[in-house]
Nanobody
Framework: QVQLVESGGGSVQAGGSLRLSCAAF????????MGWFRQAPGKEREGVAV???????LYADSVKGRFTISRDNAKNTLHLQMNSLKPEDTGMYYC????????????????????WGQGTQVTVSS
């Protein structure tokens, strides 16, 4: 069955970096769009970045220039390199799968994402 497993979260000071990973199992990974989302305590979940099968990507304005989404189709993995972290980046980070057709045109909303990982916690202290 489809399974997404995140890793790489942790606690860092503001200005630091983390690299999140998401391992995908149970489907043909290269055929699907992937995304990263985050949810801070007391806030709604928000889209962070989306990447299509070919590597084209879309970012939330709040992370542009600091975060980079990438994928390795040979290893069925998704990554999120997070640099210059800020306290407001704190939250639970989730990877998710979306069908290929509406990948980037679907934007950063959760519509079309059908499978989600369990999340990995990122905490940024000031």
């Amino acid at each position: 069955q489809v399974q997404l497993v995140e890793s790489g979260g942790g606690s860092v000071q503001a200005g630091g970096s983390l690299r999140l990973s998401c391992a995908a199992f149970g489907y043909t990974y290269s055929n699907y769009c992937m995304g990263w989302f985050r949810q801070a305590p007391g806030k709604e979940r928000e889209g962070v970045a989306v990447i299509d099968r070919y590597g084209a990507s879309l970012y939330a304005d709040s992370v542009k220039g600091r975060f980079t989404i990438s994928r390795d189709n040979a290893k069925n993995t998704l990554h999120l390199q997070m640099n210059s972290l800020k306290p407001e980046d704190t939250g639970m980070y989730y990877c998710a799968r979306r069908g290929a057709i509406w990948c980037l045109s679907g934007g950063l909303g959760s519509s079309g994402f059908d499978y989600w990982g369990q999340g990995t916690q990122v905490t940024v202290s000031s």
